[in-house]
């Protein structure tokens, strides 16, 4: 008998601690879905500076030119490499669509060629540009598509986060898990750590600085570093302005072969 | 010292509990302590240039060693169950915690870039399993559009596929071989599965080798007691002769442990080693007891025990002194495993000869002289001069001719075998012809471009060297010449990306499938790859800063003969990539390990020129004689090529363990001739009759020596069983030592011997 009241008790005390979890904060997913559908603006332009660090310690250094616009139902993109000289003038377009299932247009220029080239590519665990970043892990990826779990909140470089898990739904994704710590305050992910299929920690991001432009926040400076290869990736942008109504013709074939006047 | 032993067996039976109570407690420190070190680059003298710089690419160039689990279909793997069990052996693969998911590579996880008319399609060959044959051909038709992938993953005639695992360093494993080896047996059928690559060739011998000769050593050591029970006739002389042998390798072994110095594979033949030249001075000390129990017939074990120390302390002190010097000698090698074998076989023999000279005389003085049986109890000094032993003196005497004419023939012989003696770092050699391991080995070698790799590393202090499309040029010159060499099965570099991307990039027309004009597009070119492919596989041919490229050569043998001539081919372009300030050099395990051997080689032969040396001042100062310096290191020197002929003449190749027996050859060679000669120049001394002399020193050393040999040849034969090949040589070549000092020592250097040292004794008188 005793036994029972106890479980009755410690039943009643589970269920006031959950709700007030859950009254306090929102869930996992309710979170990753701010992450995801915060304001970004109808445009950006600006430049990125990726840094490559290889293993041995060598680094690169890219200059890449960047226009994003929102048209409707499709994303736009144009990148340009500015530096180094022997690539300068290279340019990649994409067109992502809305639409369930519709995979994305590519194409690329490649000015010693003279032509541009359609890419069709499938799969989005590829990495960007040889760099540590999947295009998922540039926030491609929807939040349907994993499990998330709100574990604990956490205070890190000073600012109150959610620490939320997500586990993929499929499988065989290429993580097995990744751990975001999303900030309270601005709605964007300020750090993850990346797990592989096996479970072993493989990369973590850090988002170096986050500015407010135009009432948007946006991320100015991330590293992600593989810990396994023990390579990483810095990306910082430059220049940075949004929504000075890009118009949609600069994403053309034609701007890929004589660039944005 | 003589005096310190002496005054030490007046307690024997201390002199034995200490023993006794040391070996036991040496046996606890390496029966728990002892590491067994299986990396081979472990072996490698680390700051040797070539292994440093080797190393150093290593890492750039992520250059590792794989496993190649080959999947092998009788009519064509392009069928749903076999390319699904590509598949499902992955991901059974992601579950070792060894192998690294990023780090297999098959037809599933391949990128592939493919030219279309309006541009590229850069996509797996399949990322789910196809159902039906029609997806599975058009994944053919796909396959075979790629030349980076058919021939390279898919075997030319399409009936195999492998998957590559690039394994960490150190994560080799017998227990990983074992779980691959269960993982392909339950995929088996229709398709075979084979496993091959490095790693498990590597892996099993370090294994099967010491587990072979744990399995046969007692077999050895066993058939040695039967052999000195007979020969000793006494349990107890069996047993302490036995002992000294076994308390002192044991006992070194401890003091290596001791020291934290692992096992290597050689240390193997460190007992191999102890056990051949110990029993020796067990044998001598008994010789001598019992010729003096023979010629003082009433005697007490006092004055036994004063004789055998009197007597054969000096020579057994001299022989102990050169077999140590002989060993001692490998300090010098570069090779840390040599360097130890050398210090730790060197300690164990003056362990050796410590414990003959205080176990043996404290166990005469305990039990007495054993029941010996002895036969006839005639007059000794008949036993010894008309003995088989005297008539082999009488017999070398009256045929001089004969024995220098055979000398000579046995030495030409042994010259013309050492021409043929040929240099082996290959591992897959030391296997049986028919084992599963070299079986494998050769269906995977005939379907793809081989097992074994070398790295050609190509440096430059140029950035962006090679995107210079001249440098790409004379580099694809040397890479299609490399095709042509023998046991060459593939090459692949730069500029095969280069290629393919040309031709992708041209709509797949195959006439662009060559390399770009200018070092801009091949500069677009890689920045297009690394978008779109996997640039992972780009680092492996080439520095993110374009000023260093690995070439692969794949090879269809690891034996250094093939190795070598990859080397010579690449050697020749030197001066043309020196032209375009580019450094050719070599990296990989391959030639690591040639380059190995040739270091354990040529340490080895230095060495035993200089124990050589060594043995002739050590003698000519026991002796004071120069002429008699010369006289003992007929043996030792006649033993030798012998050795290194039988070698040539028999196959056998020169490898660091087969190089390190030469060293036996120093250490028996050397006490036969030290024991024979102390005894015939003391009886000379004595008697002045040099008839007499000869005839008793062939009686009685000639016997003890005759003896040895017998018994440790009797032994070692035992190893011409096993299954290992590498110890069935040991077994070989350590027999034929024995044998041929044996023999050497009776002949001509008894001949030698007689003529020149009576000559001068008479010259003097």
């Not at chain 2, 003698?619 to 310096?629: A, E, H, K, N, Y």
């Amino acid at each position: 008998m005793k036994h029972r009241r106890l479980g009755v008790l410690v039943w009643v005390l589970t269920i006031a601690l959950m709700e007030g979890i859950a009254n306090a904060e929102p869930s996992g997913r309710e979170i990753m879905q701010a992450v995801y559908d915060r304001p970004q603006g109808n445009d950006m332009s600006g430049t990125l500076t990726m840094t490559l660090f290889d293993s041995n310690g060598k680094e690169r250094v890219r200059v890449i030119k960047q226009w994003i616009g929102r048209y409707g139902r499709v994303d736009k993109k144009l990148m340009i490499f500015q530096s180094p000289a022997d690539v300068r003038g290279t340019s990649f377009m994409n067109w992502s669509y809305k639409e369930e299932g519709k995979e994305d247009d590519q194409w690329i220029y490649l000015p010693a060629l003279k032509r541009v080239k359609r890419i069709s590519a499938e799969g989005k665990g590829d990495y960007f540009m040889g760099s540590d970043f999947t295009y998922d892990d540039l926030g491609d990826r929807h939040p349907s598509e994993d499990n998330h779990t709100l574990v604990r909140t956490e205070r890190i470089n000073g600012e109150e986060c959610w620490v939320v898990e997500s586990i993929p739904k499929d499988p065989r994704y290429m993580y097995s898990r990744t751990v975001t710590w999303v900030s309270k305050e601005k709605r964007v992910g300020v750090k993850r750590d990346f797990f592989d299929r096996r479970g072993t920690h493989l990369k973590t991001l850090n988002v170096r600085s986050v500015e407010k432009i135009e009432d948007i926040w946006v991320l100015m400076e991330v590293e992600m570093h593989n810990v396994q290869k023990k390579t990483s990736t810095r990306m910082s942008f430059q220049n940075v302005s949004i929504n000075r109504g890009l118009p949609e013709s600069i994403f053309s074939e034609r701007t890929m072969v004589r660039g944005v006047e | 010292m003589k005096e310190l032993i002496k005054s030490l067996i007046r307690k024997p039976w201390l002199v034995i509990l200490v023993v006794v109570l040391g070996t036991a407690f040496s046996t606890i420190v390496v029966r728990y302590h002892t590491r067994m070190e299986t990396d081979l680059d472990e072996y490698m003298p680390k700051h040797h240039p070539a292994f440093v710089f080797s190393d150093e690419a290593d890492k750039r160039f992520r250059i590792r060693d794989s496993i190649l689990i080959v999947l092998e279909h009788p009519d064509s793997i392009y069928n749903p169950s076999t390319l699904s069990k590509i598949v499902q052996l992955e991901e059974a693969l992601i579950q070792f915690p060894e192998i690294e998911p990023e780090n297999i590579l098959s037809l599933h996880t391949a990128e592939n870039i493919l030219g279309t008319e309006e541009g590229l399609d850069v996509k797996p060959f399949f990322t789910d399993p196809p159902t039906d044959s029609q997806e599975c051909w058009k994944i053919q038709q796909t396959v075979r559009s790629n030349t980076m992938v058919h021939g390279r993953i898919v075997s030319r005639d399409e009936r195999a596929t492998l998957i590559a695992v690039d394994l960490p360093d150190k994560a080799f494993s017998q227990s990983l071989y074992q779980r691959l080896l269960t993982l392909a047996t339950t995929y088996e059928g229709p398709e075979k599965i084979y496993l091959a690559g490095r790693p498990i060739v590597e892996g099993t011998m370090a294994l099967l080798g010491p587990r072979d000769m744990a399995r046969m050593g007692p077999l050895v050591i066993g058939i040695i007691a039967c052999t000195l029970l007979l020969v000793l006739r006494s349990w107890i002389r069996t047993i302490l002769t036995l002992g000294v042998v076994l308390a002192s390798t044991v006992g070194s072994f401890a003091i290596m442990t001791t020291l934290g110095i692992p096992m290597y594979t050689v240390t193997i033949m460190v007992p191999v080693m102890l056990i051949a030249i110990g029993v020796a001075y067990g044998i001598h000390l008994y010789n001598q007891a019992d010729y003096y129990v023979k010629s003082h017939p009433g005697c007490d074990r006092e004055a036994i025990v004063e004789s055998v120390i009197e007597t054969m302390f000096s020579p057994v002190l001299y022989a102990a002194l050169t077999t140590i010097a002989g060993f001692v000698s490998l300090v010098t090698s570069q090779v840390y495993p040599v360097k130890y074998f050398g210090i730790f076989s060197g300690l164990g023999v003056a362990t050796e000869f410590f414990l003959s000279m205080l176990l043996i005389p404290a166990g005469i003085l305990v039990f007495g002289m054993g029941k010996v049986r002895t036969g006839r109890d005639t007059e000794t000094e008949k036993i010894y001069s008309l003995t088989f032993g005297a008539r082999i003196a009488d017999g070398v005497l009256k045929h001089p001719k004969l024995v220098i004419v055979g000398t000579i023939l046995v030495i030409l012989l042994s010259v013309f075998g050492i021409t043929r003696v040929w240099i082996n770092t290959s591992f897959l050699d030391n296997f049986e012809k028919d084992s599963d391991i070299v079986k494998t080995d050769t269906l995977v070698n005939m379907r793809f471009g081989g097992t074994s790799t070398i790295n050609v590393i190509l440096d430059s202090s140029r950035e962006d060297t090679f995107k210079d499309p001249a440098v790409l040029e004379l580099m694809w010159e040397v890479q299609r010449g490399s095709l042509e060499l023998e046991k060459v099965g593939d090459a692949i570099s730069l500029v095969d990306y280069l290629k393919r991307m040309n031709r992708v990039m041209h709509e797949d027309r195959e006439e662009f499938d060559r390399i770009p004009e200018n070092s801009d597009m091949v500069a677009q070119y890689l920045l297009l790859y690394e978008m779109s492919g996997d640039p992972d596989n780009l680092w492996k041919v080439v520095d993110s800063d374009y000023k260093g490229a690995n070439l692969k050569i794949q090879l269809k043998s690891d034996d250094s003969q093939t190795i070598k001539r990859v080397v010579a081919y690449f050697d020749t372009y030197k001066d043309r990539f020196a032209q375009q300030g580019i450094e050719v050099r070599y990296a990989g395990s391959g030639y690591k390990s040639m380059v190995f051997a040739d270091l354990i080689l040529r340490g080895q032969l230095s060495s035993l020129a200089l124990s050589i040396l060594i043995v002739m001042g050590l003698v000519t100062l026991m002796f004071r004689d120069l002429r008699l310096g010369f006289v003992a290191s007929i043996p030792v020197s006649i033993s030798i090529l012998v050795n290194f002929g039988i070698m040539g003449i028999l196959a056998i190749p020169l490898t660091s363990s087969t190089a390190l027996i030469s060293s036996i050859a120093v250490g028996i060679g050397v006490d036969y001739a030290i024991h024979f000669i102390e005894r015939y120049k003391e009886t000379l001394r004595q008697t002045g009759d040099p008839v007499w002399a000869g005839r008793f020193a062939m009686g009685l050393t000639g016997r003890a020596v005759f003896l040895n040999a017998l018994i440790v040849i009797a032994g070692f034969m035992v190893l011409l069983f096993s299954v290992f090949p590498p110890n069935r040589q040991v077994g070989a070549l350590v027999s034929l030592n024995m044998f041929t000092s044996f023999v050497g020592t009776i002949t001509i250097m008894f001949l030698v011997l007689r003529k020149t040292y009576f000559a001068r004794k008479e010259s003097r008188k």
